[in-house]
């Protein structure tokens, strides 16, 4: 007698609490988690999981698919690293609210803060919408391989209200502020998952503008967060340059007592010191020790820039004589660059600074560029870095990646470590993903499409924190935790992220041993033919979306359950 939709048979069963795994069954019915237990009965469709790891889907809190929502269904690289759930709308920049007449500048706010070239978003976007939940109902019209949540983007928000005082970062008056609360509260009504929000230098917009939000008061900020308390519900996601002087923990600690809701902020390291993350790590435990819920969000690995002939940077990206023939086609551009002439003019001339881009010197920072190689290594030691080699070598820095940036048809890749590679290794980052109140993220999937490729951190961190790094490695059941129970509770999505009855059924069935990432590729399948970084894995034996696989051995099945998830959704027993 078949009692259930699908039943998942004899794989080691990591439930998300963060508990041991067992060996056992898991049985599937209307899209939920119908049974957790030893021979359950059959099911129409059964998944032989003998030998591998099963574990609730992946919620990723930080990606930025805003314009992907509105062309495509299938959010990778994102869907190809076991995530059945993405939240948008993070940094603060997104498509909604917006007049028709700005249109052009929130294109080229996402172009200069992620990456997401100007062309594809113009061919991309429908632009069916002006309001917030009207943006959300475009989503909620459409399928997708996994779940969407949105936040209310602050930036979009503040030029909507404001318009060019917006954008040009002036102080919002007290009837502005009004009128952003409104909003809002509009958007909590809609479904936004709360609102997001950006004060760092680094966000800046194509044209070299800085973000419509950096100059954002404090009280702007502070009555904003009351509408999430006012409301009881949301999420407050901020970024904010707390490294800088007289900035600190303190203001996002007041941020959270007021909004009486999860705030969560990005956190890592510099590549050197002085380093502040253990302070901030002993900020973050006293203020959830005081029921004030921060929660900061790491990448698992170091924030890594992808270098090369193909993408958006290189090391000689800016110098007069690359740019002259920049826009050659490709195989072209790799000629000229092979002309002993241009090599050696190149070579020798300054850098440009790229008024877009704040981290545009880190493209010549050789002591932290690496060969990432296949399989890829997020982890070398300055040995093999563009610096260590060239020295070992008896060349420049310079000679050395010019010379592997042109080899190859396609160019070669280089790999840049610009952040959280403390001191030459990960051993920080390790120390700050282990505390109880960071979560794994800053994957940013859907941006920064020509230039990082860190989608792939929910295997990267299974894979190596869990398994290959030869010391400091972390317990199996509690990277599922964090990955999965852990970033679902933060945004109020208690309805996931367990393997239980009642829960929603978004699976990963894994090989735990065969899992591993390939190389990043160079893919033109944006709209207009735009290019992305996108990166396989291998292991994923099936991949679950309310009970429906939509990926199996790594390839998409065809089907799209996933949908608009509008706002925070109570556990089952509350239900």
């Known amino acids: 007698m078949i009692n259930y939709d699908l039943v998942i048979r004899g794989g080691t069963v990591m439930d998300g609490s963060g508990s041991e795994g067992r060996v056992c069954d898991v049985a599937v019915k209307g899209g939920l988690v119908a049974a957790v237990g030893d021979n359950l009965a059959a099911g129409r469709e059964e998944i032989d999981a003998s030998g591998l790891l099963v ?19 299938r959010l990778k690289p994102s869907s190809c690293h076991g995530v059945t759930t993405a939240i948008i709308g993070n940094c603060g920049v997104g498509f909604a609210p917006c007049r028709e007449a700005d249109h052009d500048a929130l294109i080229r706010l996402m172009d200069g803060v992620e990456d997401i070239p100007y062309p594809v978003l113009a061919e991309g976007l429908p632009w069916t919408w002006e309001s917030f939940p009207e943006y959300l109902d475009l989503i909620a019209s459409r399928e997708y391989d996994m779940d969407v949540g949105g936040y209310l983007p602050h930036a979009a928000l503040r030029v909507y209200v404001m318009g060019e005082r917006g954008a040009d970062r002036e102080p919002a008056t007290e009837e502005d502020i009004q009128r952003m609360c409104a909003l809002l509260e509009e958007a909590l009504d809609a479904g936004a998952m709360g609102i997001a929000t950006s004060r760092t230098l680094f966000h800046r917009s194509s044209d070299g503008k800085p973000i419509p939000t950096l100059e954002a008061t404090n009280e702007e900020l502070l009555t ?52 502040i993350w253990p302070q901030l790590l002993k900020d973050l435990e006293s203020a959830n020790a005081a029921g004030i819920t921060i929660k900061g969000q790491v990448m698992p690995r170091a924030i890594g820039m992808m270098l090369g002939v193909e993408l958006t940077l290189n090391p000689f990206y800016t110098t007069v004589g690359y740019r002259e023939v920049a826009d050659l086609p490709l195989a072209e551009r790799l000629q000229a660059l092979r002309d002993p002439e241009r090599r050696a003019r190149i070579i020798a001339e300054p850098m440009d600074p790229d008024p877009a881009l704040v981290l545009g010197r880190m493209v010549r920072d050789f002591d932290h560029i690496f060969l990432l190689g296949d399989p890829p290594n997020y982890e070398q030691p300055w040995e093999l870095s563009i610096a260590g080699r060239a020295k070992a070598q008896g060349v420049s820095p310079e000679e050395l990646a010019y010379d592997l940036m042109v080899q190859g048809e396609r160019g070669m890749v280089l790999y840049l470590a610009m952040a959280n590679y403390a001191d030459g290794s990960l051993d920080a980052v390790g120390e700050i993903l282990r505390h109880p109140d960071v979560l794994p993220g800053l994957g940013d999937g859907g941006a ?32 599922v935790h964090r990955l999965s129970r852990a970033t679902a509770l933060t945004m109020g999505l208690e309805d996931r992220g367990l393997l239980a009855p009642g829960y929603k059924a978004d699976i990963n069935v894994i090989d735990f041993d065969r899992l591993a990432l390939h190389v990043p590729e160079i893919t033109y399948d944006l709209p207009g033919g735009g290019r992305r970084l996108v990166q396989r894995a291998e292991g994923y034996v099936a991949t679950l979306v309310s009970g429906v696989p939509v990926y199996r051995n790594g390839e998409a099945t065809g089907a799209l359950p996933g949908k608009l998830v509008r706002g925070q959704r109570p556990a089952p027993v509350q239900r």
């Open 55 to 73: 574990t609730p889907g992946f919620v990723d809190v930080h990606t930025h698919y805003d314009g992907h929502v509105t062309w495509e269904s």
């Open 448 to 479: 920064h499409a020509a230039t990082i490729c860190d989608g792939s951190y929910s295997t990267f961190a299974l894979s190596y924190w869990g398994r290959d790094r030869d010391h400091g490695r972390m317990a199996l059941p509690d990277l």
């Open 224 to 275: 904003l967060a009351k509408t999430l308390k006012r409301k009881g519900k949301g999420v407050f996601q901020i970024v904010e340059d707390i490294h800088l002087p007289g900035k600190d923990v303190s203001v996002l600690r007041q941020l959270a007592e007021a909004a009486g809701r999860p705030l969560t902020f990005s956190i890592g390291t510099g590549n050197t010191g002085p380093h």
